[in-house]
């Protein structure tokens, strides 16, 4: 580690009020400060409970690593899967822990830990998404768990399909991918279409075997990958209409995961040459060049677009077992930095 590269950095103190100055360690973010600094999720192996947390600091290039076992004096848990902010509070889920943890987005304290079980089975959670106060968080156990924001506990329980995995808040709804993904080779092939003022599952559509990830359009419609059977059923990627929640278009490209993009969508792919192209969704148009050069990118793993800067990220799990790095690119696709991470970085949120 170059330590003149880095900056002092502060121990968050117990009661969060003060920082001693000491390497490595992090302190909150100052007024002013806010997206200057990320966290990153670090995946880690799956059973290993080594799923971790990485500070960065924009402005210095500083990063600090296993976070979250710094301020909590734990481990984070087993896979990490989704992290997001909302309101005051960052949420990150993790899947085989099946807890949610949440920290306070400004001194970054653990406020809670969200225990993710039904009479002793673990729910597996997967992803979240906000509406209107609430928490809607994907289980693999055929549910969508609805978490009060305020008080931090589960208060609804929606049944859907089969092993929920991604969702989407699009308006007063929430579009659910259920992917079957524990019953190969009976996947499912079904988005559920959840009020979210009703707290019920209202529709299914039914979009093509094992569907993941999902995207809203600034047209107002939803996309959604469907990641076929990984063998003789390629991946594709269909558009659901949300005035009449049915499924009018399949594209004929194959594709691994979706992010919003300024009201088009980013598509990632790796079935071939890594790319990440933009989709027009006014004109159905997929650019023909990739905005991204993977050269020199080891494995890449995930892609994530922040409006608030127009950046694109880039998660490299370089081969899953090593040290991992975020790879940030300006909207246009030209390179600008790299930050460390642990193994596996899956996703990010600014502070």
Known sequence: MNYKSLLLVSLVSLTLSSCLKKENVVCPPTEGQVGQRMLILNEGLFQQNNASLTWANF???????????????????????????????????????????????????????????????????????????KAFVTCYDGYVDVIDTLNLSVIHRIPVGSNPDHLRVAGNMVYVS????????????????????????IKKINVGINPGS????????????????????????????????TKSESYAFEVNSLSEKNGDVLIFETSGAP????????????????????????????????????????????????????????????FIRDFKSGLVPKRLVYL
Not at 104 to 117: F, K, L, N, P, R
Request: proline share 3%; aromatic share 10%; charged share 15%.
């Open 59 to 133: 402005s210095s290039g500083a990063v600090s690593q296993n976070y979250f076992q710094q301020i909590a004096g734990r481990p984070l848990g087993d896979t990490g899967n989704d992290i997001k902010k909302y309101g005051n509070k960052i949420y990150i889920v993790l899947n085989i822990s099946s807890t949610i943890e949440v920290l306070d987005a400004t001194t970054y304290a653990v406020i809670e830990q969200i225990e993710m079980h039904n009479n002793g089975l673990a729910k597996q959670p997967r992803y979240i998404d906000f509406h209107g106060g």
């Open 178 to 201: 259920n992917s079957g993904g524990l019953n190969f080779p009976d996947y499912d092939s079904t988005v559920s279409v959840i009020s979210a003022l009703s707290l019920t599952e």
């Open 214 to 245: 999902i995207a809203v359009g600034g047209n107002g419609n939803v996309y959604v990958v469907t990641r076929g059977n990984f063998g003789s059923i390629p991946s594709r990627m269909s558009k659901i209409e949300t005035l009449t929640d």
């Open 275 to 334: 790319s990440v192209k933009l989709f027009d969704v006014n004109s159905n148009v997929l650019q023909s060049a990739s905005l991204i050069d993977f050269t020199g990118i080891a494995t890449p793993y995930e892609v994530q677009y922040e409006s608030s800067s127009d950046r694109i990220y880039v998660f490299d799990a370089n081969g899953y077992v090593n040290t991992g790095k975020v790879l940030e690119y300006s909207g246009n696709g030209g």
